[in-house]
């Protein structure tokens, strides 16, 4: 299976924290996308990052790429009740470019 | 305003039905997914389609059909063969499902989803 990790399943913070997702994947991977869910929503694109790019951001969003250990990192910096929310990794594996596989999720909770 | 619909919003079906779930863009376009989620869980892939008037089975195909006979449309019929139909379906789309410049797939928008219930 070309199924991933995320860690983890839950993740319960206070406002003004940092908030970090961990996402694991066991082949080699052509792009790595972050995504969020809001309860009984649809999924909102957040971050893409390349395999030969090792970092990107986007607002309060840092996401992270180590290839050599196939796995992925997304930090929210000063977190925010409005960041409640699952957020999902999704891998394009090599050779398999015609669709994104995703994880099971990292459900967060911002606490006022 | 440019986007992706889904309808109904809820959907309920009674065992033996088959149902239809509406899915229509005016993003042009050319790619669009069909995904199941489970409760607490991540994105299966249903059915995909790369172009009109082709679509290709993703990893949970059974029970399930499609048609892409227009570029902005790809319904989903939940067919009476799916015998755990209960799910929140998602609809998708993107610019291609071939790899981009980015290399890998383009980023995908999805619609608001619509939740299947069986009586």
């Known amino acids: 299976s070309q199924q991933g990790e995320e860690d983890p399943q839950a993740l319960s913070i206070q406002e003004g924290e940092n908030a970090t997702m961990n996402c694991s994947y066991k082949t080699s991977i052509n792009n790595l996308q972050w995504y969020r869910q809001n309860s009984g929503r649809g999924l909102v694109h957040l971050i893409l990052?390349?395999?030969?790019?090792r970092e990107k951001h986007s607002g309060r969003l840092r996401v992270t790429l180590d290839t050599s250990k196939k796995s992925s990192s997304l930090l929210i910096t000063a977190s925010r009740a409005a960041d409640t929310a699952s957020y999902f990794c999704a891998r394009t594996y090599s050779g398999s470019a015609r669709q994104l596989t995703f994880g099971s999720g990292t459900q967060l909770t911002v606490l006022p | 305003d440019g986007g992706i619909t889904q309808s109904p919003k809820y959907l309920f079906r009674k065992e033996g039905q088959n149902v239809t779930l509406s899915c229509e863009q005016n993003?042009?376009?050319?790619?669009m997914y069909w995904y199941r989620q489970d409760p607490g869980q991540g994105l299966r892939l249903i059915y995909y389609?790369?172009?009109?008037?082709?679509?290709q089975k993703g990893d949970i195909a059974e029970g399930y059909s499609v048609s892409r006979e227009k570029k902005e449309s790809f319904p989903l019929t939940v067919t009476s063969a799916q015998k755990n139909p209960t799910a929140f379906y998602l609809c998708?789309?993107?610019?291609?499902?071939?790899?981009?410049?980015?290399?890998?797939?383009?980023?995908?928008?999805f619609g608001p989803g619509t939740r299947l219930t069986v009586l």
């Open positions: 389609s790369q172009i009109v008037n082709d679509f």
């Open positions: 993003l042009n376009h050319d790619a």
């Open positions: 990052i390349r395999s030969n790019e």
């Open positions: 998708a789309s993107s610019k291609s499902a071939n790899t981009g410049t980015s290399g890998g797939a383009y980023e995908q928008f």
